[in-house]
C-alpha cells in the first residue's frame, strides 16, 4: 500500500465537496471582501454565511465569530489579547501542564511580561486535577486557558466542570478546541466557554484558516494591526476562499458526526485490540473512555519512536509520535511526561489519529508491519537484550 494516513490529528485530507465550495472564490468570484462592488459584495456574503454556520454549531451568536489563520493565532489572540485588555484587574492565568506549544509559549511570553502562570497538573490519564485548579485561583487570577481535547494522547478534559468553575469566580475561560472541534458536539453557553478557538484543517477543510469564539462582552486586544476587517480585531484581506472552506466542513462535520465517529471508534478500538493481542510489553497512553474517536496512543518498550515511524515511513504508513509541532525534536513528548512515563518509555511512543477516509485493511496493514518493525528494532536493543536474560 503506498501513503497509507493516520495522522489525521497533525491535518486532514480536504474533502472534495469542500474543495468544490471553495473553487468559485479562487476563480470568477476573487473579490475582495471589503469591497463594495458586486463581486467584493459575492465575497462579502460568502464570509457571513461560514460566520454563521460557525456559531450555528456552537451555540453563538455570528458577530461572536473571528476568522483567523488558524489554531496557533488563535490562541496567541485570546490568551494575550484577555491578558492585555484586563491587566489592571490581575495578572494571574492559569492553564494545564499538557497544553499544546501555541498556549504554552504564549504563557511563557506572557511570563516575561509579568504575568504570574500556575501549570495545573494532570492524572495518569491525563486528565486535569480540578481541585489543584480550585486551589490556584489568585484574587489576581483573570483567566484559565486549557485544552478541551489532548493533541497527542486524545483525553477530553472535564470542560463543562472548568467552566462552571471560572463562572462562578469571575475568571474568563479560553478553550484551545482545535482537536475538539470536528469531533465533540460544542455548545459554548452550555460549557461556559469565553473564548474558543479552532482550525480548518483539523476536520478535512482547508489549512491557514481558522476561528476565535470570543463572547460578546468579553475584552480583547487585537495582535494584527492595519486596516479594519473583523470588527477591528485582525487587520488584513480576508482569505474569502479558506474562509468558504472552513465553513463548509464545520457544515459537513457535524451533519455526519455521529455517523463518522462510530465507524472511527470501531477501527481504533480494533486496531487497539490487535496490538494489544500480537505486541508484548506495550503501554496505552491516555483515558479510554474520556478520549477523541479516532486517536491512539501507545508506548513501545524498548524501542525508539523515531526509529519506529522512519520505519513505517518506508512501508508507506504517516503516522507521529507526538503533535506535529514539536515532530522535530528529540525530547520526548511533554504530554507524555506530564502523566508520569519516565523518559524511556516516552520516547517509544506511537501517535495514530484514524479519520474518516481510512478502512480495516489499513489498519490491518499497520498492524501486520508493527508487528514486524517492533519486533525487529527491539533485536537491535541493549535493553531488549537485557530485559529477555533477566526474565529467563
Request: charged fraction near 25%; include cysteine.
Amino acid at each position: 500500500m503506498d501513503n497509507v494516513y493516520f495522522d489525521n490529528a497533525a491535518t486532514t485530507k480536504l474533502d472534495s465537496e469542500v474543495l468544490k465550495d471553495m473553487m468559485p472564490y479562487l476563480t470568477e468570484n476573487y473579490g475582495n471582501a471589503s469591497s463594495i462592488y458586486k463581486i467584493g459584495r459575492e465575497a462579502r456574503k460568502a464570509v457571513e454565511d461560514s460566520r454563521e454556520k460557525i456559531a450555528k454549531v456552537l451555540n453563538c451568536k455570528p458577530n461572536e465569530i473571528y476568522f483567523t489563520a488558524g489554531g496557533s493565532e488563535g490562541d496567541n489572540t485570546a490568551i494575550k489579547g484577555i491578558a492585555h485588555s484586563y491587566k489592571d484587574k490581575g495578572n494571574h492565568i492559569i492553564t494545564s501542564k499538557i497544553e499544546h506549544p501555541a498556549v504554552l509559549e504564549t504563557c511563557k511570553q506572557l511570563e516575561k511580561e509579568g504575568f504570574e502562570i500556575s501549570y495545573i497538573s494532570v492524572d495518569e490519564n491525563g486528565i486535569l486535577n480540578l481541585e489543584e485548579l480550585k486551589k490556584s485561583i489568585k484574587p489576581t487570577t483573570i483567566l484559565i486557558t486549557i485544552m478541551f481535547a489532548n493533541n497527542e494522547i486524545g483525553t477530553i478534559q472535564p470542560i463543562e466542570e472548568i467552566g462552571k468553575i471560572a463562572r462562578e469566580n469571575h475568571i474568563y475561560f479560553h478553550t484551545d478546541a482545535v482537536q475538539a472541534v470536528g469531533n465533540i458536539k460544542i455548545d459554548v453557553q452550555a460549557l461556559n466557554i469565553d473564548a474558543l478557538s479552532l482550525s480548518g484543517h483539523k476536520f478535512y477543510g482547508p489549512k491557514g484558516v481558522g476561528a476565535l469564539y470570543v463572547r460578546s462582552g468579553v475584552k480583547f486586544d487585537n495582535l494584527i494591526a492595519g486596516g479594519h476587517q473583523e470588527k477591528n480585531k485582525r487587520a488584513g484581506t480576508e482569505n474569502v476562499a479558506g474562509i468558504v472552506g472552513i465553513g463548509s466542513a464545520i457544515e459537513k462535520a457535524y451533519a455526519h458526526l455521529d455517523e463518522h465517529n462510530e465507524q472511527i471508534k470501531k477501527l481504533r478500538d480494533y486496531y487497539v485490540e490487535q496490538v494489544k493481542e500480537k505486541i508484548p510489553y506495550i503501554k496505552i497512553n491516555g483515558d479510554m473512555e474520556k478520549r477523541l474517536p479516532g486517536n491512539s496512543n501507545i508506548s513501545f518498550r524498548f524501542i525508539e519512536g523515531e526509529g519506529l515511524l522512519l520505519n513505517l515511513d518506508l512501508k508507506g504508513i504517516c503516522a507521529s509520535s507526538g503533535s506535529a509541532c514539536t515532530s522535530g525534536s528529540l525530547d520526548p513528548s511533554h504530554v507524555l511526561l506530564a502523566i508520569g512515563l519516565p523518559h524511556e518509555i516516552a520516547h517509544g511512543s506511537l501517535r495514530i489519529s484514524i479519520g474518516k477516509y481510512n478502512t480495516k485493511e489499513e489498519v490491518d496493514y499497520l498492524v501486520e508491519n508493527l508487528v514486524e518493525i517492533v519486533g525487529r528494532l527491539r533485536e537491535m536493543s541493549p535493553l531488549w537484550e537485557e530485559f529477555i536474560e533477566e526474565e529467563k
